[in-house]
């Protein structure tokens, strides 16, 4: 039996209470607030917020490469009926920390950088006061569970209709102790995108606290008509959608970067979560052939290559990429790459945690695999405890 | 001095002669084919095609690193001015075959892949007759051009308004002597994506006859109320767009692959150009772990995991990229990247050829370095003769 193997996480969730906008919002604004209920045969729900109503297709997983389709419930409870010790509580709940923490333990994921479920669907709110409402009410419950271990690094929910409440709410979450702040790949649809000189004031106020920019992919908000992460139907159409959505986290990436949001602001930090890092070291080669090649037409120009500022300010978490996130540090000299357990979606490791991070690292150098699994983690957020040294468990 | 180093290009162009379509088609006819008339300032062009109107910029490049732009046509003066040796002929129209070799053997780049230049915009035609004419004269023509030297391999324009006339151009080229077919990397607008069925009859045709599919970035066709290739305004706009290019066929290669169009052909051939080849790692990766993950949703299944077929069966080109192409093959085993030149284009290595080749390869093992120069292009095009030894001149 090869030994335990530990890793942080720069992609994780939490499951936010169903009551928590009932408990700590007038009626009128929690009735507003992302609410999923599904449909009696588990197959899709149905999300309304703000007035909207998005329907969507509720993830499914086989066992093995078996055609039998399992709910996400299904397929939690045929692992427990093979006597997987599954924490069922924290996989489907996130306010019990406990239970996530023992999950955690026995997958070997020490600390996480967890982003909202609900939450993700607040960009499609379009009141400015609700949209501020509702990012206190997830910040403080979210600061409520990080503040129960120091391995959990909570990313405040932020509002993006009128930038100075966005600037408001990242000083008030630093002032609570966040330390990462979760953006969508595409602000909501009636603001401009991320190269736009609109968001200056907030990238000032990321550096002025201190904090983390974290994207997380899969998040473009949309109007009611357009289907969720829906690009492609028919034949592949499921591969197609998953592989699509790196690209949404690869163009804010080059957003920020081309602008000069970055460039201007040498210490601030980008994260984008679960969008791979294998594409770092081209996206840097294409940033510079553009750059360069077509050098007239550039605004505005830069203090450095736009190759370089990638490497440099952003980090990148992948899950499973044997071939692509690994070589983009060991090959490609790409030292930010993160590994990131998903826990607890579907695209993630829950369950074979241990065989990933032995596959991916058992033939890597020491230092890389350290780097990756833990170093890169703690340079953005140096607060975070080592983890239990490999082969160990936690005191 | 350090030695020459030859390489075949996966992406090179034509530029037709104006009077092409005047020439072979019947007055009516040729006055709906594609046609650019550029502004008096040079700053952009019109392209009228089959009664649509479409403004684009012109490129433009300035003087290593100066901020006074130039114009293509006051580039290449400046360039002669300064006594190079560049063949204007070569670089201006493509029908001059004697001086585009003089210019390929200065450079180094031994055989080419030849894409169309106005035969870009025919994928915007509306009239199924239309498409078909203008497609046997642009290939009519591009065969008189290919039938100078076995250093050109052109490509085929195909009419895709309806899949039969496509069929039957595909048989016609070959009867030709095409080697291969240019595809964009998106159908016109009226027809479905390259993953649907509908295409099956076009890969069977291209096994049938033995010819490679040819994607090249930048060619998605839109409607006139588009601007062509305009994605992102604003700050960072150029680098944006041109980084945005590369999307467009990593898309198309995935449509064909998780569509099973690969997986149930595996003798069947897909060239990917100017996208670059560093990204197909990540993307094998990313397709790998969404067929994996999202089992339970997945139509239809493969015989091969998807990012196996796509290390086989697809080939991809790139031009500067020193971080992440040529590693594709050295750490992630890609053996299908190709090196590119995009002669005559702007965001190719003209004029600093051999640099670019000395810093890609002169670290790289031989087997390596002529393979990405040499061996994957043949290997699609095994009757282009060999290139001259490193180091020696054609004789």
Redesign the interface.
């Given at each position: 039996m090869s030994i335990k193997l530990w890793a942080n996480s720069g992609d994780s969730h939490f499951v936010e209470p169903p009551d928590l906008f009932d408990q700590n919002l007038p009626k009128d604004l929690a009735a507003r607030m992302p609410q999923s209920v599904k449909d009696p045969d588990g197959e899709y729900e149905t999300v309304t917020v703000d007035g909207q109503s998005f329907r969507r297709?509720m993830?499914?997983?086989?066992t093995g490469?078996a055609r039998?389709?399992?709910t996400a419930d299904e397929f939690l409870d045929a692992k427990r009926l093979e006597g997987e010790s599954l924490t069922r509580g924290a996989a489907g709940n996130g306010w019990d920390v406990q239970a996530r923490l023992a999950d955690l333990d026995g997958e070997g994921i020490w600390a996480e950088l967890v982003f909202p479920s609900l939450g993700i669907w607040s960009f499609n709110i379009r009141d400015p006061k609700l949209a501020v409402a509702g990012c206190q009410t997830m910040n403080d419950w979210a600061m409520s569970i990080q503040r129960q271990s120091p391995r959990i690094v909570a990313t405040a929910s932020l509002p993006l209709l009128d930038v100075n409440d966005t600037v408001a709410e990242v000083r008030r979450a630093a002032d609570l102790g966040f330390k990462a702040g979760f953006l969508p790949v595409r602000p909501p649809v009636s603001r401009?995108?991320w190269?736009?000189?609109e968001w200056d004031p907030l990238w000032d106020a990321f550096v002025e606290v201190g904090m983390v920019v974290a994207f997380h992919i899969g998040t473009e908000p949309h109007t009611p008509d357009q289907r969720t992460g829906v690009y492609?139907t028919?034949?592949?159409?499921?591969?197609?959608n998953?592989?699509?959505t790196?690209?949404g986290g690869?163009?804010a990436i080059?957003?920020m970067?081309?602008?000069?949001a970055l460039d201007t602001r040498p210490d601030l930090r980008v994260m984008v979560s679960e969008g791979?890092s294998?594409?770092i070291?081209?996206?840097?080669?294409?940033?510079?052939?553009?750059?360069?090649?077509?050098?007239?037409?550039?605004?505005?120009r830069l203090t450095r290559p736009?190759?370089e500022t990638l490497y440099q300010q952003v980090y990148a978490s992948?899950?499973?990429?044997?071939?692509?996130?690994v070589?983009a540090l060991?090959?490609?000299?790409?030292r930010n790459t993160v590994w990131g357990s998903d826990y607890p979606h579907?695209?993630?490791t829950f369950g074979h945690t241990q065989k990933t991070l032995h596959e991916l690292f058992d033939d890597v150098p020491a230092e890389e695999s350290r780097r990756i699994r833990i170093g890169a983690f703690q340079e953005m957020f140096p607060h975070v405890p080592d983890p239990p040294a490999d082969g160990s468990e936690p005191e």
């Open positions: 297709k993830p499914r997983m086989d490469g039998r389709s399992l401009p995108g190269s736009s000189d492609h028919g034949r592949g159409g499921a591969v197609l998953y592989t699509e790196t690209f690869q163009r080059c957003q970067v081309a602008s000069g791979g294998g594409w070291p081209f996206i840097a080669d294409r940033l510079d052939e553009a750059y360069r090649q077509h050098s007239a037409a550039v605004r505005p736009p190759g992948f899950q499973h990429d044997h071939r692509s996130s070589i060991t090959a490609a000299g790409y579907f695209e993630g």
